[in-house]
């Protein structure tokens, strides 16, 4: 069992930065796969970011490529998300979760934290 909170968010002038953290409990946190996902009123959740369980490989959506990085303290049981040149259409709920391995989807989900870029 893995409980997911995340922290960070905020409203902020389009081309800032804001840096999302999420916070997982449980002792097996480095055994798990983390993804940021988002949502946008009115929209579908869309993925944005994963990293794997060692840190090793990441992934990226491609609207958020060259300005958003993920990365994860596995010794403080934290993922990030540094997001840089943020634009209005980045504004959207982000949620972090956490996929075991081998399995094809997320197994747990942090409740989220609203990021609002104004124009």
């Known amino acids: 069992q893995v409980q997911l909170v995340e922290s960070g968010g905020g409203l902020v002038q389009a081309g800032g930065s804001l840096r999302l953290s999420c916070a997982a409990s449980g002792r097996t946190f480095s055994t798990y796969g983390m993804g940021w996902f988002r949502q946008a009123p009115g929209k579908e959740r869309e993925f944005v970011a994963s990293?794997?369980?060692?840190?090793?490989?990441?992934v990226y959506a491609d609207s958020v490529k060259g300005r958003f990085t993920i990365s994860r303290n596995n010794a403080e049981n934290t993922v990030s998300l540094q997001m840089n040149s943020l634009k209005p259409e980045d504004t959207a709920v982000y949620r972090c979760?956490?996929?075991?391995?081998?399995?094809?989807?997320?197994?747990?989900w942090g409740q989220g934290t609203q990021v609002t870029v104004s124009s």
């Open positions: 990293i794997t369980s060692n840190g090793v490989d990441t």
């Open positions: 979760a956490a996929r075991a391995v081998l399995h094809n989807s997320y197994d747990y």
